[in-house]
């Protein structure tokens, strides 16, 4: 992958470099002891990367967590902006063919993720069919009419698991000069799968800690009791839900920690305030941090991704562990990645925002609607990663061939209109220091995407027990 142009601020690159960076570390610490209660890991504390354990991963390789979190990124550098649609077009990717997987797999899957996937998937077959939309085509509509008409809202109003919170950081991160956008878009990012208001309001919270971070508050100031009253002007006319402003007012500062009732659970109340204690009490060390956010025991992987996402922003990616860092998988594609949202997070265009208040889109009812959303210019209509003609995954790190690239482009130029602009993301160059050992090289046909209609259970990874994750 080519690197965006111009110069690039170093120090906010260090920022968003830390947080995905972090935040992929600290699901791959997770990973290997997930579910494990906290008194096996009170008996037996993680104190160093490690693979094997629940999932059979090799060190450094991730889970959902870090899967869609950059399906989040690349929608937001792809689309250059925040484009719903977009985003669940890119979770189904993830989930039907292993897009951004670093096994070449969907695993770990949250009950609640999965079922509001499968309502997505679901509504655009109706929807293909009632607007005479071509499959082919299904997947990367740019017309503004009919993503207008689009009810991207798939979850219903009591689904409040830690799988919204778990992926959020891109988001602040590419709206790092927009405060307002930063945080109202980072309560949509997660409704759109968890449509209880304590998940969106989670999401607004944490997203606002994120960007504040991003610009330069000391620990302290993040960390301030009344954090949420002196920037009510970043969180609009919509106040806190009680639980979530509970935990904005220190709820989390525990000395006990597990002791004093801090869990590592997939509720996304715990799971917030798990990893907000984890930072709290890291004595600024985020090795500290993020070891004592894995062994609270239960979700793992996700306490510990969420408190990677802060903690890497507001430590940078030079001050993590570099016997760590080292062993990420895909490390040098996340790296880039991180230069595009700082190139495109920088260069977006703020635009009218019309978006409904959380009680009229948390409904079952009364679904949240594209139309009522900022529909960001269509940027980008070629996934990083795809299913090949042989049914075979290919995660991130495998090279697009040129030649593929032209023959989509040219075959689908009937995709485009004069509506958007490409963003200089390229998809010429993926390239990235691990391979799974699983997957094939990507041989493109000229229809460059993943199909529609795969059986899904032949591409959920068949693990141990095979478990999907009830929490997320």
């Known amino acids: ?99 951004m997987s670093s096994t070449g797999c969907c695993f770990d899957i949250g009950a609640a993720t999965s079922q509001s996937l499968q309502e997505f998937i679901y509504r655009q077959t109706i929807f293909a069919k009632k607007h005479h939309i071509p499959i082919e085509k299904l997947d990367y509509l740019s017309d503004h009419s009919l993503l207008r008409k689009f009810k991207v809202h798939c979850s219903t109003s009591v689904v409040a698991g830690n799988g919204a919170l778990m992926r959020l950081a891109p988001v602040p991160l590419f709206f790092h000069n927009y405060p307002k956008d930063a945080i109202e878009f980072s309560g949509y990012s997660g409704q759109i799968t968890h449509g209880d208001t304590k998940a969106y309001d989670a999401c607004r919270y944490y997203g606002a800690l994120i960007y504040a971070t991003l610009h330069d508050y000391t620990k302290e100031q993040l960390l301030d009791e009344d954090f949420y009253n002196k920037h009510k002007e970043w969180f609009g006319d919509k106040p806190l839900c009680e639980e979530i402003k509970k935990i904005s007012e220190g709820s989390y500062k525990k000395e006990g920690g597990y002791k004093d009732g801090i869990r590592g659970k997939g509720y996304i109340v715990n799971a917030l305030e798990a990893a907000l204690w984890a930072f709290w009490s890291d004595n600024n060390s985020f090795e500290k941090g993020v070891l004592a956010a894995v062994n609270l025991g239960d979700d793992t992987d996700t306490t510990a991704a969420i408190y990677g996402q802060l903690a890497g922003a507001y430590y940078g990616y030079k001050n993590i562990p570099i016997k760590w860092v080292e062993h990420v998988y895909a490390k040098k594609f996340i790296l880039n990645l991180s230069r595009w949202i700082v190139y495109e997070g920088v260069n977006w265009k703020k635009t009218e925002i019309l978006l409904p208040s959380p009680q009229s889109a948390v409904s079952t009812s ?62 010429d160059d993926i390239k990235s220091s691990n391979v799974s050992e699983q997957t094939t090289e990507l041989k493109l046909s000229p229809v460059f995407r993943p199909s529609p209609f795969i059986k899904r259970k032949q591409n959920i990874r068949k693990l141990p027990g095979n478990k999907i994750n009830a929490a997320n």
């Open 366 to 427: 009364n679904p949240l609607s594209v139309e009522h959303q900022v529909l960001a210019e269509y940027t980008g209509n070629v996934p990083l990663t795809q299913r090949n003609s042989g049914n075979k995954t290919v995660p991130i790190g495998k090279q697009a061939n040129r030649r593929g690239i032209l023959e989509f482009e040219n075959s689908h130029d009937h995709l485009r209109s004069n509506a958007y602009t490409g963003s200089q993301f390229n998809l």
């Open 1 to 99: 992958m080519q690197e965006p142009p111009g110069l690039i601020d170093e120090k906010l690159l260090d920022q968003i470099s830390g947080s995905l960076i972090g935040l992929a570390l600290g699901d791959a610490l997770g990973a290997h002891v997930e579910f494990r209660p906290h008194e096996y890991l009170f008996a037996n504390p993680v104190k160093d990367l490690e693979g094997g354990g629940t999932w059979g991963l090799k060190k450094g390789q991730f889970t959902d967590d870090t899967s869609m979190a950059l399906c989040l990124a690349i929608s937001l550098v792809a689309r250059r902006g925040f484009v719903p649609y977009d985003q669940l077009v890119r979770y189904k990717w993830w989930f039907e063919s292993g897009y």
